[in-house]
């Protein structure tokens, strides 16, 4: 059984993906057993020689900060931290996505800056490892002061309450923890606040949103690339010259794809070419290039975000410090998830202008893509279908991190709504994925009434895995049944570009 150890060195999305790929069992690494020990030691000899109030540790939280809580009291002042703040409503978050939160918060937790128990981080890889997922809601959070009601829900299983996923089936928290032999955790001064406060509902999104992501920029190339031999399109748009005095790094690759794509195609090489094509053929570097770019930079942002303490107060004990700050404030993830969500919602504005342009009986193509329109109506509505989801997306791409609304007494008087903003981008890189799902089928059912072998031998082996799922349609069909068999062809296919 693999196993990889949780510690303050970096993670990456290589490295998570792994993780999440092959099923790896998490562990925490000596090292960071040693700093959590030690910042927890620090902090109970601090607070028996400490008069002073320390924010969230002898206080009470937000605007009830200037309330001093007892010593005897600070156990409770923590478990009713996180029952009181456990109010998340709506749809229940993705387990995929609740197993992403429980590995970053172990991770940030590994620096020793926050306060914790060993036992309580280790609680938390043990419901990752066991596949016990802390039922958790997708609204309630302002994406500052961290995502406070998603987070008190992660966590309350730690103290036996809550719900908890196992098999898909839901239970209470404290049956589960009996069968698998858990106490409950008796959390101690600051646990509480150092489990809610934190980005981890938001940058678990991301990092989910971001996987998803960059596996379908590179699958646009592919199904742009067969949209393009199926509408007779030019290869010149594509040529490095074009790109060299333009050199977006996005826009260089993503030509560079579609060269590597349709090398050895003889369809592309072919004369008596319209002398333009459409901009959603003929702009395909600019646009897929400039959504490649947005996904790094957001990446970029991210990664940074998931190596990062973000709970509050923050313990530095070889300097002796305890300092209240801002770093739960999710402002850096809701600007990079609400430009994702633009440059993902842009990814398929320009697919599904190209499905328009199989389907409308240009350049030799039948009708609808049907050898009978009329009798058949054949990609009629996948189209209308495709069409329905980019104009969603292109509502759903209004910022969200633009909005704030006073909270807690005015004390939290700025709050960044990415949490808004990372399940909003959620559903439109799945959006995404539907799209590029009907831009395959549409496409490939074009690229059948051409010379369909003559395309390049990367393309023919792709369109032969995809007819071993999909096949071509001769006459009216059910064909919701297509589209889904091709958006599970989609989130399973593997490939790397030919170089």
């Known amino acids: 059984m693999n196993t990889f150890e949780i510690s303050p060195q970096p993670l990456d999305f290589v490295t998570i993906e792994n993780i999440l790929e092959n099923k790896t069992k998490l562990s925490l690494s000596q090292e960071a057993i040693i700093r959590i020990q030690h910042c927890r030691d620090y902090l109970d000899d601090k607070l028996k020689n400490h008069s002073e109030p320390i924010y969230g540790i002898t206080t009470g939280f937000g605007s009830l900060c200037n309330i001093q809580i007892s010593p005897k009291d600070l156990r409770s002042l923590q478990e009713n931290l996180v029952m009181s703040h456990a109010c998340g409503t709506g749809a229940e978050v993705d387990s995929d996505i609740v197993k992403l939160m429980l590995l970053l918060k172990a991770h940030a937790l590994s620096s020793g800056n926050s306060g914790v128990q060993v036992k309580t981080v280790e609680r938390l890889l043990d419901m990752y490892n066991n596949d016990v997922i802390p039922v958790v809601y997708e609204q309630g959070s302002l994406g500052a002061s961290g995502d406070l009601a998603p987070l008190a829900h992660l966590s309350l299983p730690l103290i036996g309450m809550g719900e ?34 934190g980005t981890q509902f938001m940058s678990a999104h991301a990092v ?12 646009a190339d592919i199904t742009g690339s067969i949209s393009l031999e199926a509408y007779n399109g030019r290869i010149d748009p594509f040529l490095e ?37 459409p901009y959603s053929f003929r702009c395909i570097p600019q646009v897929h290039g400039a959504v490649k770019d947005t996904i790094r930079y957001a990446a970029s942002v991210v990664l940074t975000e998931i190596n990062a303490v973000t709970d509050n107060p923050t313990v530095f004990p070889d300097e002796d410090l305890v300092l209240s700050g801002g770093n739960f404030h999710g402002e850096p993830l809701a600007f990079v998830l609400d430009f994702l969500a633009i440059a993902l919602a842009e990814q398929g504005n320009i697919a599904e202008r190209r499905v328009y342009r199989l389907i409308a009986g240009q350049r030799g193509l039948p009708e609808f893509l049907v050898a009978r329109p009329g009798l058949n109506s054949g990609f009629m509505i996948p189209q209308y279908t495709a069409a ?35 399940t909003r981008t959620l559903r439109v890189v799945n959006n995404l994925e539907r799209l590029l799902a009907i831009e395959l089928f549409a496409s490939a059912q074009a690229l059948d009434f051409r010379d369909a072998g003559d395309t390049s031998p990367f393309l023919n082996a792709f369109i032969s895995e995809y007819r071993g799922a999909v096949p071509f349609i001769k006459n009216d069909r059910i064909m919701y049944t297509e589209v889904q068999k091709t958006v599970e062809f989609i989130q399973n296919v593997k490939f790397d570009f030919p170089e």
Request: glycine fraction near 6%; hydrophobic fraction near 40%.
């Open 388 to 422: 329905s989801i980019v104009s969603q997306n292109k509502q759903l791409a209004t910022p969200c991190s633009v909005d704030s609304i006073t909270s807690s007494n005015e004390q939290e008087d700025h709050v960044s709504m990415g949490a808004n903003a990372a």
């Open 164 to 197: 908890v996923k196992v098999k898909g089936k839901v239970y209470p928290a404290r049956k589960v923890l009996k069968q698998f032999g858990w106490e409950p955790i008796a959390l101690q001064s600051k646990e509480g606040l150092a489990l809610l406060n």
């Open 208 to 219: 989910f949103i971001l996987l998803k992501a960059f596996k379908l920029s590179r699958l």
């Open 241 to 277: 010259q074009i790109h060299a005095i333009r050199p977006h790094a996005g826009q260089i690759e993503t030509a560079r794809n579609i060269r590597n794509i349709l090398n050895g195609s003889k369809l592309i090489a072919r004369e008596g070419k319209k002398v333009q094509d």
